[in-house]
């Protein structure tokens, strides 16, 4: 699976998959894809019990919109306390340009619940950074 979905896998990023249990029916894996000087490529699966894992294309947004073709998370981490995926996507090593943000567990799916992108490098802090997509949490939390 994670060869087909990652056709350029490289040797030094054949990492081990990691898997989360979500509920007792359901696992999250996450697959090393890819990885650069600052910056790892996961990619993710959702399987039910019994049944074949599928492949998680993430939502991003687009004009206003949200747009569901990101296949791969740069810098992810699986939040269990908060059953989140964060991730920081880093245009240079610095940190202060690229997109972060995170997506929560909603029962059925991951659904963007935040997402800042600086898109050029000028040295601006994180608190700085444009707010594209913010969600509130319906739990109260």
Request: hydrophobic share 40%; aromatic share 12%; charged share 25%.
């Amino acid at each position: 699976m994670r060869k087909a979905a990652c056709p350029d896998l490289a040797a030094e990023s054949e990492g081990e998959e990691i898997g989360y249990q979500l509920t007792p029916d359901i696992t999250l894996w996450q697959m090393p894809c890819a990885s650069g000087a600052y910056n790892f490529a996961s990619v993710y699966f959702l399987q039910p019990r019994a049944s074949a894992p599928r492949r998680i294309l993430f939502d991003r947004p687009e004009n206003g919109r949200l747009v569901a073709d990101l296949g791969e998370i740069i810098n992810g981490e699986f939040l269990d306390d908060e059953r989140s995926i964060f991730f920081f996507a880093k245009n240079r090593g610095l940190g202060d340009c690229g997109a972060r943000g995170s997506y929560v567990w909603n029962g059925r799916s991951f659904a963007l619940a935040s997402w800042q992108e600086m898109p050029t490098c000028r040295g601006a802090p994180l608190d700085l950074w444009p707010v594209l997509w913010r969600t509130d949490r319906r739990d109260g939390r």
